[in-house]
């Protein structure tokens, strides 16, 4: 089993990962951080991924984002996905998380820790992954809504 982390840089990304980095000290897991990126140029500049002139490299970003992880959690497994099943009529965010629960199928998560702090509330905003990838039964869902 394993604790699945998707992680984008923010805080609170940061946050769960650690948090899933001190429950795998308890449970003997090993701990995954995906991360997904999205054949979308304006979806790296909102995370901070690229700067404004910096030419959209998906390895690139892949590579600085694996060297977060490891500065925050360096036992944790490091794997980064460009959703390939994008649907002309699907939001990038529904790309998003097309992957992460696929992911999460594949490695057989036990937990999947989401840092959103809107995941959970009454209305969902249509960025926030929380939500939908908490709705799958076949994981337990960890929301960290503080860093």
Same mark, same amino acid.
């Given at each position: 089993?394993?604790?699945?982390?998707?992680? +984008?840089?923010?805080?609170?990304?940061? $946050?769960?990962?650690?948090?899933?980095? /001190? &429950?795998?000290?308890?449970?003997? *897991? =090993? #701990?995954?951080?995906?991360?997904?990126?999205?054949?979308?140029?304006?979806?790296?500049?909102?995370?901070?991924?690229?700067?404004?002139?910096?030419?959209?490299?998906?390895?690139?970003?892949? +590579?600085?984002?694996?060297?977060?992880? $490891?500065?925050?959690?360096?036992?944790? /497994? &490091?794997?980064?996905?460009?959703? *390939? =099943? #994008?649907?002309?009529?699907?939001?990038?965010?529904?790309?998003?998380?097309?992957?992460?629960?696929?992911?999460?199928?594949?490695?057989?998560?036990?937990i999947v820790f989401v840092g959103s702090e809107n995941a959970g509330r009454v209305?969902?905003?249509?960025?926030?992954?929380?939500?939908?990838?908490?709705?799958?039964?076949?994981? =337990?869902?960890?929301?960290?809504?503080?860093?």
């Amino acid at each position: 089993m394993v604790l699945l982390v998707p992680f +984008d840089g923010s805080e609170l990304s940061q $946050a769960a990962l650690e948090r899933a980095t /001190e &429950f795998s000290e308890y449970t003997g *897991e =090993d #701990v995954l951080a995906l991360v997904v990126i999205p054949d979308e140029p304006d979806y790296a500049l909102e995370r901070n991924w690229l700067n404004p002139n910096d030419p959209f490299d998906p390895d690139d970003i892949a +590579d600085t984002l694996r060297e977060r992880v $490891a500065e925050i959690a360096p036992e944790a /497994e &490091f794997r980064a996905e460009v959703p *390939e =099943d #994008v649907s002309s009529m699907a939001s990038i965010t529904t790309d998003v998380v097309r992957t992460i629960r696929s992911v999460a199928h594949d490695v057989d998560a036990s937990i999947v820790f989401v840092g959103s702090e809107n995941a959970g509330r009454v209305s969902t905003p249509v960025s926030s992954v929380g939500a939908p990838v908490s709705e799958d039964p076949r994981y =337990d869902i960890h929301i960290v809504r503080h860093a």
